[in-house]
């Protein structure tokens, strides 16, 4: 399967605690996008990459989240000093070229703050 | 900024009944709209799209039509399977001030009993 992969897909952790996702993109993709969805939401978009670049970060992004895509491919995102309102699905998704609106998701990270 | 407004779920149908999904934007400029479907267990993917006044979407069964005049984009479908059950996401893509990124509506969620 070529799809967008995330991991890890359940994190339980403590408040305080820091915490790491990875996401691998379709491999021709040179887009990268993070987004948050919560329950009975939307997903909101965090932040996204071109290549290597972060072109465009959300308000939402506090200072405790910061994103990398150090070589153009997968992308981490990583939460550090977690709170509780952290806890939500992490979504990435991927593209090619030119933002069509045509993303690929992958299945999400779920983080659970305690 | 730019919204997207979905009619409040859940929407609950027999087999066979017509579906309507509500969904009204607000934006500046000329936006793409997208309908994303998330099934159960699974990430969100794209059902069908229309990037420009009085455009058709349609795939699966489902159709939408861009209405500039009323700013709307709802979701059809004449005939619903169990299968169909599923969130719907409307989504809008605008590239004003540069930034590229999919808004979505809070999701409507869809249950078709047999």
């Known amino acids: 399967d070529t799809g967008v992969s995330q991991d890890p897909r359940h994190k339980i952790t403590k408040r305080g605690q820091n915490v790491t996702f990875r996401c691998d993109p379709i491999s021709e993709h040179n887009r990268l996008y993070w987004y948050r969805q919560t329950l009975g939401q939307g997903p909101e978009f965090l932040t996204y990459f071109q290549n290597e670049a972060q072109l465009e970060k959300s308000r939402l992004l506090s200072d405790r989240f910061s994103a990398e895509r150090p070589k153009g491919s997968f992308s981490t995102l990583e939460i550090q000093r977690t709170e509780q309102g952290d806890s939500a699905m992490y979504l990435c998704?991927?593209?090619?070229?030119?933002?069509?609106?045509?993303?690929?998701f992958g299945e999400g990270s779920r983080l659970t703050v305690l | 900024g730019d919204s997207v407004t979905q009619m409040e779920g859940p929407v609950t149908l027999s087999e066979e009944a017509f579906l309507t999904i509500n969904c009204t934007y607000t934006?500046?400029?000329?936006?793409?709209l997208f309908w994303y479907v998330q099934y159960p267990g699974e990430g969100l993917q794209l059902l069908l799209k229309a990037t420009k006044a009085d455009d058709k979407g349609s795939n699966k069964g489902f159709e939408a039509t861009y209405r500039k005049e009323t700013t709307s984009f709802h979701l059809e479908k004449g005939s619903v399977q169990v299968s169909d059950s599923a969130v719907y996401f409307c989504?809008?893509?605008?590239?004003?001030?540069?930034?590229?990124?999919?808004?979505f509506g809070k999701g409507t969620k869809l249950t078709v009993n047999p």
């Open positions: 998704a991927s593209s090619f070229g030119l933002n069509t609106g045509e993303l690929f």
């Open positions: 989504a809008l893509i605008t590239t004003q001030g540069g930034s590229e990124k999919l808004v």
């Open positions: 934006a500046t400029g000329y936006p793409s």
